[in-house]
DNA sequence: CACTGAGCCTGCTAGC
DNA sequence: TGCTAGCAGGCTCAGT
């Protein structure tokens, strides 16, 4: 599931291709794909228009028009965009079922987007709508603002459970849940840890891993477990980095050997190291 | 405010 | 081997 690293190495593959180019049309295969507003509405405020940029924020793709308006994509699941220099007839036969939108360019190239599971979303945000919509995030971990000092304000302004806290895009943009599972484990903190209570060294353990595995993860183009792909169809490489996510209960830790446990937080599966990520009880003395 | 659960979807897999 | 129930989960919304 693309997370900040598969969307923005998206966005950084089709920014250079798309540049320029003039939609000159927009065709929508599952209804709900479009988000809003209406499809009228969409075709009048997209068609015609050129593309100035391709950029992200949290996971959202924005496609910046000359308008000043912007399209917005948003992947969620198995959503993948994908650039063809030329409209081909038989583009990709056996994915056909799946293709979902399509962005027609004045010089015949388009945009596709296949998307098996139809959670993905587009729509069309009018200029003044963007500051609202960029509000609704919060901070990029990718950006220099997000220190260590600022990950720990964010902690202590909330008295959650850390995984879901981390996974509320209005707070931190762009983690899924491969990159928190990662993160925790790495700086050995329990999914379940009351964010207010975490101590320095583990907000400075976390940080550091925040920042790592997604350094790391968007300088291998991102990680694909089954259908992420880049604006050009190539996979990502960095799931062979993964320690923890995907691993099966039972499972011996990577690090300890103990096995690993898993847990339904939020709604999401939850793999952990009982051994390394122990849950502070009531009684528990501060760790060194 | 924090949390829970339903709903949206369909391919894959575990288990019979 | 063949079938089916349940899992996978980002996000929104309603309810506690």
Redesign the pocket.
Known sequence: ?PELPEVETVCRTLDPLLRGKTISAFWLGWH?TLERPTLDLFNTAVVGATIESVSRR??LILITLSNCGAVTI?L??TGELLFRPTSDADRNAERE?YLRAVFSFSDGSELLFYD????GKIAYRAPNELAALDAGYGSEPLDPAFTSERLASILRA????TK??L?D?SVIAGL???YVDEALFRSRIHPLQLSSEIDDAHIRALHAAIVEILSTALALHGTTLRDYRSGLGEPGQNQSRLLVYGLKPGTPCPVCGSPLERL??????SIFCPNCQPFPGPNDTPRR
């Open positions: 599931m709900r949290a996971k948003h969620r699941m079922p098996t599971r139809k959670f909330h008295r959650r459970q879901p806290l996974l895009q899924g849940n491969i339904v937080i939020g709604q999401r599966g």
